[in-house]
């Protein structure tokens, strides 16, 4: 039996369609998939970064918003 393991940083925006597909993938590959969510890790570096390329931050704009990725 394959086992892949992946962290998750879900105080990203993306990350609810990232995680959509990966479990999707395990499905239909047939391996079994071990997910750990990260809460924060790299938050402000995102936030600046983004702000520092003049993009829209990738963070998402509330702690709301982020709990209910973790949902």
Known sequence: ???I????????????????????????LGYN??????RGAYMNEERDLAKKLDNESPVWDSIE???????
């Open 1 to 3: 039996m394959t086992i």
């Open 5 to 28: 393991m992946n962290g998750y940083q879900c105080y990203l925006k993306r990350m609810t369609k990232v995680i959509e597909k990966e479990v999707a993938t395990a499905n239909k």
């Open 33 to 38: 998939l071990g997910i750990k969510l990260i």
């Open 65 to 71: 918003d982020t709990h209910a990725c973790y949902n």
